[in-house]
């Protein structure tokens, strides 16, 4: 068995059931993808536009790509209908954006929204004020060929646990909120897209049901 597969199983068997794996294969090559699509892994998730575009092609259809890093607004209309979730809409101005591609495309695109809870100030994605604002607004209703799946969101990058925690749960209060306020009318917003290698355990316990988990699996990236 590779190394690759080694690890994919080893997680999956720490994982909760309602817990969706998503396997972060960002600068890894096609034969990595590959050990962790014979060893069953079917959900990748990737960061770059070109990358993914290259990617597709080469590997088996049933895969499930999401779109996990900053979408720059010149790149929305390549990557439409190539993704099974688009991870990463962090402005309001961007799920315009993926919404008239989408329908000049004639395909519906999912899409999870980032928001923003964490110390970093370069991170992308939603303050929690500028989230409810978007729903009171009714901004949602807008929105002809895109779905709004959930949330996704990053910890701050620290050592301190009680912090990390603290920012899932907040990221998670908040798609309980929206949850409640806007439910009936959104159908599919069921994700909290939370927790990487380092951090994932902690966000399972804050109500995570998705993990995006790349080292753990891959080993470390070469940027
Ligand atoms: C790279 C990345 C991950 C995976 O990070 P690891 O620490 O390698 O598990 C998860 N989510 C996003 C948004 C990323 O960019």
Not at 22 to 28: G, T
Not at 42 to 48: H, K, N, P, V
Request: glycine content about 6%.
């Amino acid at each position: 068995m590779s190394d690759i597969a080694g690890s994919l199983l080893q997680l999956k068997s720490e994982i909760p059931k309602h817990v969706e794996l998503v396997a972060v294969s960002k600068f890894h090559p096609i034969t990595a993808l590959e050990d962790a699509y014979a060893a069953g892994q079917r959900i990748f998730g990737e960061s770059r536009v070109q990358e993914l575009l290259q990617k597709i092609p080469q590997l088996p259809s049933d895969i499930r790509w999401h779109f996990i890093g900053h979408l720059q607004t010149n790149k929305v209309r390549q990557i439409i209908g190539k993704t099974w979730l688009i991870e990463s809409a962090d402005s309001e101005k961007l799920i315009d954006l993926i919404d008239r591609e989408s329908s000049r495309a004639a395909v519906t695109t999912r899409i999870l929204m980032q928001i923003h809870v964490a110390a970093e100030e370069t991170k992308f994605g939603f303050s929690p004020e500028e989230l409810l604002d978007f729903f009171r607004r009714g901004k949602y209703k807008d929105l002809k060929a895109t779905r709004i799946c959930g949330v996704m969101g990053m910890a701050t990058n620290t050592d301190d646990e009680r912090r990390i925690r603290e920012d899932f749960h907040h990221i998670y209060s908040l798609y309980h909120q929206i949850s409640s306020d806007y439910g009936n009318e959104l159908v599919d917003f069921k994700i909290v897209s939370m927790g990487m290698s380092d951090d994932w355990k902690i966000a399972v316990e804050e109500g995570s049901n998705m993990i995006r988990i790349g080292s753990r699996i891959f080993g470390s990236r070469r940027y």
